[in-house]
Structure formats: structure tokens, C-alpha cells
């Protein structure tokens, strides 16, 4: 039988487009401190997500998802950078 350690809750933030946080059940927040959940706004569940299986997370490592889980009760996801779109035209202007 598989055991729960393994399986992760995870949440978009309200506030944040593309910030994420990782918690080890649903609506356990008791690691994540009251600043960090006043500047991510109510959590909204995505989906439980198994660290340990063969799919691997997008954008984080699944090791170092589960070893922040482990080590501090959450991991969060910030959102990606902002694409520099001038920078990826002159990119592709030089590859022609």
C-alpha cells in the first residue's frame, strides 16, 4: 500500500498569476507563514499531485518540492519571469 508521504496539495494563489504553493495535504497550512498567506490571498486547489511518480512537475523539481515539504511544511512556486519580448525578437532576427 503507497503511503500519503509522497502526495502533495497544490494551490494557485488569488493574487498572484503563476505563483503556486505546495502543501503535504489538503488545506494544511500550518507550516506557511501568515505573511506569505497574506501576500498569496485565499488558496484555490488544483489538484493532489504524487512526487514520487513518474510525471515530473513543469516548472520545480519534484525532489526539491518534496524536500521543502519535508524540511518546512511548503514549497512555493513563484511565477515566471516576464518574457522580454524585444529580446527574443533581436534573438530571432540574428538567427535568419
Excluded: D, H, W
Excluded at 519534484?62 to 529580446?87: C, D, K, R, S, W
Aim: positive net charge.
Amino acid at each position: 500500500m503507497m503511503t500519503n508521504t509522497n502526495l502533495c496539495a497544490i494551490y494557485k494563489s488569488a493574487k498572484k498569476e503563476g505563483m503556486f504553493l505546495y502543501v503535504p495535504k489538503r488545506e494544511v497550512f500550518e507550516q506557511v507563514p501568515e505573511s506569505l498567506l497574506q501576500i498569496f490571498g485565499k488558496p484555490q486547489f488544483v489538484m493532489l499531485f504524487n512526487l514520487t511518480g513518474e510525471k515530473q512537475l513543469k516548472r520545480a523539481k519534484n525532489e526539491e518540492v518534496l524536500q521543502a515539504i519535508q524540511t518546512q511544511g511548503f514549497y512555493l512556486q513563484m511565477p515566471p519571469p516576464p518574457e522580454n519580448l524585444l529580446e527574443a525578437f533581436l534573438e530571432q532576427k540574428r538567427s535568419l
